[in-house]
């Protein structure tokens, strides 16, 4: 275990002692497994990425400096993976499968950077794109998201006292450590860390997992984040996101195409990964029109995540359809992860225990909730919704419809057709904080 006076580190910042991304581990693990299938399925998919902030009224642009944003991309762009980091890869167990990265991935990943950027001031916000081979630029999503989160939280805190820094730091360890009292009283909680993408800052996000994983012990299984699951001795978490349905989405070439691509994105990872790793992302184009048409087969795999339904409603739907398949949810499991805290962690424990397997994925509100935490008045501290979304595939526009209309991203041309293919039920507007 590390120990860091995170104040001391903030009052006497240096830049090259804390640069925001340290290593190209310092990532979801979903985008490594998602990464080895595209480049065996998918090497020559073009795709773009841009950072997208949901929250319009906090003007990126007026908050961060433009030359520590590219300075801070430019380090980003300058690593490279470590011997060490490669050894591990290849040499570790995940999900109890020996060897879930070939040789040839890992030789691959040896000489691997992130390609370039595109950054301009536009309005009060960033605009910022990733253009270039799939396998590139599908590697710039939680990096680019962890640099600027990372760079509003060090402008929030720039010239702040040591002594107003301690109460601060102070205040949301004793904040964190009461939700870790209260999930501790669930005994058969099952938890992960997934708060890399908007995380208060690195040093933040380590002090929260071991934290954690002194609190719940077992109950704590491990985190989505590759380099702190390495170098706290943990499990990495994750499976896969939605860039895979709206790629193929986007290539398809008919509406039929279209409506078939989650179903192509299964049984090309099922294929690739033998058996392993099925869990289900099926909101892309909306949860209701997904169970509609599922194949019989995917009611075989292991579990769901419902990921913009609110939990309790979306589990339930994910319920029904299983029974109705003749599946027996109690052999199921369904992992909650959208916008989840204490309180919606509790009530939907409380609700389907005993009934299905659970596990939750606990992000933002685990690794950036400082509200109310400060000794001086500021709302800059508080989370924002940014995101990095896949917007083009070789040219065509990428979508995503989401069950929350407000998370859709897309050409609002595009979005009504896809609407039209996949229609809108089940799909309930509702306000995005995180």
């Known amino acids: 275990m590390v120990y860091t006076d995170i104040a001391t580190r903030t009052y006497n910042h240096n830049w090259r002692l804390d640069p925001i991304v340290r290593s190209l ?181 380590r002090w929260c997992v071991e934290a954690l994983k002194e609190g719940l012990g077992s109950r704590f299984i491990g985190s989505s984040n590759v380099l702190l699951a390495m170098d706290a001795d943990l499990e990495a978490i994750g499976t896969n996101a939605h860039e895979l349905p709206m790629v193929l989405a986007a290539l398809a070439e008919n509406d039929e195409e279209l409506r078939q691509a989650p179903y192509r994105v299964l049984k090309d990872w099922s294929d690739h990964y033998a058996g392993n790793l099925r869990v289900v992302l099926p909101d892309a184009f909306g949860t209701t029109a997904f169970l509609e048409r599922a194949p019989n087969w995917v009611a075989d795999w292991t579990g769901f995540r419902p990921d913009s339904a609110p939990p309790i409603e979306g589990g339930e739907q994910i319920i029904r359809w299983w029974r109705e398949k003749g599946r027996d949810p109690r052999t199921k499991l369904l992992i909650f992860s959208d916008g989840m805290d204490i309180d919606s962690i509790e009530a939907t424990y409380r609700h389907f225990h005993g009934r299905v397997r659970m596990s939750f994925g606990w992000g933002t509100n685990l690794t950036n909730d400082f509200r109310g935490c400060a000794p001086f008045e500021t709302a800059d501290l508080d989370p924002i919704s940014l995101v990095c979304k896949v917007v083009s595939a070789n040219g065509r526009p990428a979508v995503k419809l989401s069950d929350n209309p407000a998370k859709a991203t897309g050409d609002a041309a595009e979005i009504q057709r896809y609407l039209r293919v996949f229609g809108e039920a089940g799909r309930v507007s509702a306000a995005v904080s995180v």
């Open 25 to 205: 581990l310092d990532t979801d693990f979903y985008k490594l497994l998602m990464l080895q299938m595209v480049r065996h399925l998918y090497p020559d998919v073009q795709a773009t990425f841009e950072l997208i902030n949901r929250s319009r009224s906090v003007r990126l642009a007026e908050v961060i400096d433009e030359g520590e944003l590219r300075a801070q991309l430019d380090h980003a762009r300058s690593l490279r993976f470590g011997k060490k980091e490669l050894i591990w890869l290849a040499g570790n167990s995940f999900y109890g499968k020996a060897q879930m990265f070939s040789p040839d991935f890992i030789a691959w990943l040896a000489d691997f950077r992130l390609p370039e950027y595109e950054l301009h001031k536009v309005d009060g916000q960033y605009e910022l794109r990733f253009e270039g081979p799939w396998t590139h630029t599908m590697m710039w999503e939680i990096p680019s998201l962890a640099i600027v989160n990372e760079l509003r939280s060090r402008a929030a805190l720039k010239d702040r006292g040591r002594f107003a820094l301690d109460v601060l730091y102070a205040r949301a360890k004793a904040k964190l450590w009461e939700k870790v009292e209260r999930l501790a009283q669930l005994p058969d909680l099952v938890l992960s860390d997934f708060g890399t993408r908007r995380r208060h800052g690195f040093l933040w996000q």
